[in-house]
């Protein structure tokens, strides 16, 4: 009997030991809080990592802000979607702030490359069901940053990790990395046309969505520097056609330049009935001139395609050119850009990549997704070489003086994904040095450009697969770059 209790005594303070040893390696580690913000957050993230669409759909109709069953059905195929593209869903990592109705926290991809910051409301008058969501890319935390690495050991992480991505087929493009304008790491990778097995190659054209902005906003400060205008001149002044001319009145370059305008964006189910037909800029009016602005001018902070339409537009009517013809004149040819353009999608270029994106499980072509061309708000084409000529072309100022070249890539507004909004370019700070630039994308194209400013590094990813793997694969970069 001795040895029984004996041992009965051993179990149990084993026992205990480790449940003591439990609680202790559980006490203050993150954990969602129980409040009805809280709540609505476990119980998305559940629903969005099942990947079962339908339960998301019913989850969003249930919980979410789309009380009706269709647009909770549309927006569970787009939170599918971009599950997928990030390897799967999220991982609670910590929470930044809370409150019983309002919540914001960073998650951590279960693809193993990025981050995300989640900001949930819900609405106070029924807990069950949530106001707004937001999701954005955000940098690693603190504690889990990787170590800066010096160039090799950057260029050889780099490397197996690209090569890791695309064996899995999750990455297909161009990585350049380069020092002062002279590269260190230029590597292609995956299929410039995957049915005819046609590899990327470092000149390979790939569409830079959104990254058209840049040269938009070098345009109109080409013409700001003329004196033909200024960054306080109204649309109404500047384009005295303008369909609405009240609204015009209240915009000005800086707000359109800074989205900070007020308009909202041209995508709709008019403009893609249309889109296969639209070759000039004028034709975007009639899809946003006459909606009602999002807020007052320079209120707020909307990232506005329509805003950038209208600078494109201002920048035909000062020059006199059709702004296609601008852009190549005064922006591509002084920065050496021979291989960047808005080709018609009708017209395949030489050495030009299909983009693809996931349909069913499967990479399909984007075509149908694309406008005819690109226009002053994206959809361009460009290279990897030509991207850090205009790099260096902006930094030597070849395309702009110094006072203008900081005029535009400084930033002056806070925007919702931590950084700032200058004239068409973002301005974020990385370790306390800026770093400006800006990304693109959408079905079957992303892009992104990082000019480290103070340390003379460029990053450059272009890809033909759907965002945000490019944008993804630069975070990487950003991570481990010691400047």
Not at 30 to 44: M, S, V
Not at 110 to 121: A, F, H, T
Not at 338 to 344: C, G, H, V
């Amino acid at each position: 009997m001795p040895a029984k209790r004996a041992v009965i005594s051993l179990c149990l303070a084993l026992a205990l030991t480790a449940i003591a040893a439990l609680a202790q390696a559980t006490e203050g580690q993150p954990t969602i809080p129980d409040t009805p913000a809280g709540r609505l957050l476990r119980a998305w993230l559940e629903s969005l990592n099942s990947g079962d669409v339908q339960r998301h759909t019913d989850f969003l109709a249930q919980h979410g802000p789309q009380a009706d069953q269709k647009a909770a059905a549309e927006r569970a195929q787009g939170d599918m979607h971009f599950r997928e593209m990030v390897g799967g869903g999220f991982d609670f990592y910590e929470i930044e702030e809370s409150s019983d109705t309002e919540l914001r926290a960073i998650l951590k991809e279960r693809g193993g490359i990025g981050w995300g910051e989640i900001e949930l409301k819900v609405d106070p008058a029924k807990p069950e069901r949530i106001a707004s969501i937001g999701l954005h890319p955000a940098s690693a935390p603190s504690q889990a940053s990787p170590a800066r690495e010096d160039q090799a050991a950057l260029v050889k992480d780099v490397a197996a990790f690209l090569e890791k991505l695309t064996a899995e087929d999750r990455f297909s493009g161009v990585v350049l990395m380069a020092k002062d304008g002279k590269p260190f790491f230029e590597q292609a990778y995956g299929y410039a046309d995957r049915e005819k097995k046609i590899p990327n190659n470092i000149d390979t054209k790939f569409r830079i969505g959104s990254m058209n902005k840049m040269f938009t906003s070098v345009a109109i400060a080409q013409l700001v520097r003329q004196r033909k205008m200024s960054y306080t001149d109204s649309v109404a002044k500047l384009l005295p056609d303008y369909p609405n001319q009240e609204v015009a009145a209240k915009i000005t370059v800086h707000q359109l330049l800074t989205h900070t305008s007020g308009l909202g964006d041209f995508f709709g189910p008019e403009y893609f009935a249309k889109k296969d037909t639209i070759r000039n800029l004028t034709d975007y009016l009639p899809f946003f001139a006459a909606q009602p602005l999002k807020f007052e001018p320079g209120k707020s902070w909307f990232y506005s395609n329509a805003g950038m339409i209208v600078a494109g537009l201002i920048v035909e009517r000062v020059s006199g050119q059709n702004y296609f013809d601008y852009v190549r004149e005064y922006i591509y040819k002084p920065a050496g850009m021979k291989d960047s353009d808005s080709y018609e999608k009708t017209k395949p270029q030489p050495n030009q990549s299909i983009g693809y994106t996931k349909q069913d499980g499967k990479w399909i072509s984007n075509y149908d997704n694309l406008p005819l061309r690109g226009n002053s708000a994206g959809g361009g084409d460009s290279t990897a070489p030509d991207l850090l000529r205009f790099d260096q072309a902006l930094r030597g100022h070849k395309l702009l003086n110094t006072e203008l070249t900081d005029t535009i890539t400084t930033g002056k507004v806070d925007t919702p994904m931590g950084d700032k909004y200058a004239y068409g370019f973002s301005d974020a700070l990385v370790d306390g040095k800026r770093v400006v630039g800006h990304n693109g994308g959408a079905p079957g194209m992303n892009a992104n450009l990082d000019m480290y400013w103070d340390s003379g590094y460029t990053v450059i990813v272009l890809a033909n697969l759907d965002p945000r793997i490019a944008e993804q694969v630069n975070q990487y970069i950003r991570d481990r770059m010691r400047q």
